[in-house]
């Protein structure tokens, strides 16, 4: 297993337009996590997944963002009509239920343009 | 409100050098992290440290649970140009739930 691989690395995109992330945990793992990092800042948690049912989402996550992770697997990050504020970098980790050690992914960083 | 509360923010010392990076809490967490970032990288965990008073070493890195289960800290002895990285502390408030981050100590060692 070669770890939490995401997809794409970088992305710059206009104002307004969609974007989505994908994220592909360990294998065994059923937990699955998102962070948002901006400068200066510690990850902020977003949501996170156990197996496929969506179990918690931060205030963060406005209604412009959507998390999915059909089938348990692989998982995506979308943003609507996205605004400067919403450049970061996008971190995805996961973990096996009841330990707290996260494995990262190396993250997408979104600019907004 | 930040949870977690890490101190100092940035830290930059001489090769060879020992420092202590604190990490604090007025919150009773379950068990605290450590992990080490590079710039454009996810975070890498170091360790975990469960039991109240709990010392684990890794190398020339001493991590420490504070006996109320609120703080913990980093030592690194000897510092080397490699230890440069944003250290971060985080822990779940309640066992099994999700984990939140301090803001970090941007730590630079000077060759």
């Known amino acids: 297993d070669t770890g939490v691989s995401q997809d794409p690395r970088h992305k710059i995109t206009k104002r307004g337009q969609n974007v989505t992330f994908r994220c592909d945990p360990i294998?065994?793992?059923?937990?699955l996590y998102w962070y948002r990092q901006t400068l200066g800042q510690g990850p902020e948690f977003l949501t996170y997944?156990?197996?496929?049912?969506?179990?918690?989402k931060s205030r963060l996550l406005s209604d412009r963002f959507s998390a999915e992770r059909p089938k348990g697997s692989f998982s995506t990050l979308e943003i609507q009509r996205t605004e400067q504020g919403d450049s970061a970098m996008y971190l995805c980790?996961?973990?096996?239920?009841?330990?707290?050690?996260?494995?990262f992914g190396s993250g997408t960083r979104l600019t907004v343009v | 409100t930040q949870l977690l509360e890490q101190s100092p923010q940035f830290l930059s010392i001489q090769e060879g050098e020992n420092l202590t990076v604190y990490c604090n809490s007025s919150s009773v967490f379950s068990s605290l992290q450590w992990y080490r970032q590079e710039p454009g990288e996810g975070p890498v965990l170091l360790v975990t440290v469960v039991t109240g008073g709990e010392v684990k070493k890794l190398k020339r890195l001493t991590f420490q649970f504070g006996d109320a289960r609120k703080d913990s800290s980093l030592h690194i002895t000897a510092a080397q140009p490699g230890d440069t990285g944003l250290y971060l502390c985080a822990g779940p408030l309640n066992r099994d739930d999700k984990i939140i981050f301090g803001k970090g100590t941007r730590l630079h060692i000077l060759p």
């Open positions: 980790a996961s973990s096996l239920s009841g330990y707290t050690g996260y494995t």
């Open positions: 997944f156990q197996n496929e049912a969506q179990l918690e």
């Open positions: 294998s065994e793992h059923n937990r």
